[in-house]
């Protein structure tokens, strides 16, 4: 639901609201926030609110340390987990220097802009996502551990399936924020999980993603579980994914989406450290259904990129590549630019691959360009990309290179 500043600032006042959070992330996509009481609210709306930016890696240092939080009234959420008395909400914001200029280092911002950018190209992209994660035991000292909750394996039920509650108060929750999943169910490793979102604009598909993962891990936590969201959590075990499906349509009406694809697909090198910021990220690509080649194809998991075979007539193109610690803010910008490139370019779409890539031969495999191979190797080729230096701002780009 959209709200202007007077409707929040009235909703405060009427729904015994306590508490607001400012939330925003970081460049790698941690979620963080700030509390401030009922009374500070008509001031973070016309001021923002200073706050540290030196305690957070990649917003500054101790000689520039002040930032500003705006709230976006359009992001009014009711936390459903805190009290009903005394509510506690929660809004978006974007992050400036003390003379209003924007922050560089704010993806949301970045993701803004990137929206901005193809609406005048006369494109319009919606993103949805299917993000895993692992529900883990704490021991008896409420500390972390590796041993799954449940030994289920893909699509299984209750008894086996032990994390069907925890998803369905997820689900619950989710909907009380106004977010409205898709589906839910058990993957294929030990304690593993997925909740799927249909398709929305960039924006909200960001803020809801940023979210749901604050959501999961805090329903795990009140039911004595930790999620884990890291790209390989267990070493012998599938990997965490957050698949990106992206849908596209232009001002003319014209099928674009083999142009974003082509469009990705020539710059997926440049931008997979930003897809895959961690070392373990690469322990996951090329295994388990995670691809490891530069490739596309109708209704094949074994892709890059696949376009989903549907009963309607609808298509869209879904990228497998990124796990799920990606910041989607800079993830979805990041595909917008590609995408917007593939079509003023009028890149062509490269031949399908629909071989499994991950049984075909290795003569075969040799045909097929690979996604870089561990962290090193992704973040040179960023670094060298004309790409990249198009598009990403430095105070975000140094943070991955």
């Not at 551990?145 to 619950?172: H, S, W």
């Not at 924020?177 to 799927?196: T, W």
């Not at 003319?252 to 989406?257: P, S, T, V, Y």
């Not at 691959?353 to 495999?365: C, F, I, M, W």
């Amino acid at each position: 639901m959209k709200y202007t500043v007077n409707e929040v600032l009235q909703f405060v006042q009427e729904e015994d609201v306590k508490f607001i959070r400012l939330a925003f992330c970081d460049v790698f996509g941690t979620h963080k926030n700030i509390s401030i009481m009922p009374e500070e609210l008509p001031r973070a709306f016309e001021y923002g609110v200073a706050f540290d930016a030196s305690a957070i890696e990649g917003f500054g240092d101790e000689s520039h340390s002040d930032l500003y939080l705006h709230p976006d009234p359009d992001t009014l959420s009711v936390l459903p987990w805190r009290p009903e008395h005394g509510r506690v909400v929660r809004m978006y914001c974007s992050i400036t220097y003390p003379n209003g200029a924007p922050f560089e280092g704010d993806t949301r911002t970045f993701l803004k802009n990137a929206v901005s950018v193809a609406e005048k190209a006369g494109v319009q992209f919606d993103f949805g996502t299917e993000s895993e994660f692992y529900l883990f035991e704490l021991d008896e000292r409420g500390n972390r551990t590796k041993v799954p909750f449940d030994r289920a394996g893909y699509m299984d039920i209750a008894p086996e399936d032990r994390g069907e509650n925890v998803r369905r108060e997820i689900c619950l929750m989710l909907e009380q924020m106004g977010i409205y999943p898709e589906r839910s169910h058990h993957e294929e490793g030990p304690g593993q999980n997925e909740i799927d979102f249909r398709h929305s604009d960039p924006l909200t598909a960001a803020d809801n993603a940023v979210t749901f993962r604050s959501v999961v891990k805090t329903v795990a936590g009140r039911n004595g579980l930790y999620a884990d969201f890291s790209p390989k959590p267990l070493k012998d075990c599938p990997g965490n994914g957050m698949h990106i499906n992206i849908s596209v349509k232009s001002s003319d009406q014209k099928d674009m989406l083999d142009s974003v694809i082509a469009g990705i697909m020539a710059n997926i090198k440049d931008i997979t450290v930003f897809l895959n910021h961690l070392e373990e990220s690469y322990e996951r690509l090329g295994k388990d259904k995670a691809p490891a080649y530069i490739s596309w194809s109708e209704g094949n998991r074994s892709q890059l990129v696949r376009i989903p075979l549907t009963s309607d007539k609808s298509r869209r193109a879904e990228l497998r590549s990124a796990d799920a610690m990606t910041n989607p803010y800079l993830a979805f910008a990041l595909l917008i630019y590609a995408g917007t490139e593939g079509i003023q370019k009028a890149l062509p779409l490269p031949e399908h691959a629909d071989v499994n890539l991950y049984t075909v031969s290795e003569e075969k495999r040799a045909g097929y360009e690979k996604l870089p191979q561990s962290l090193e190797e992704a973040a040179d080729s960023a670094k060298n990309s004309g790409f990249v230096k198009r598009y990403v701002p430095q105070a975000i780009a140094k943070m991955f290179f």
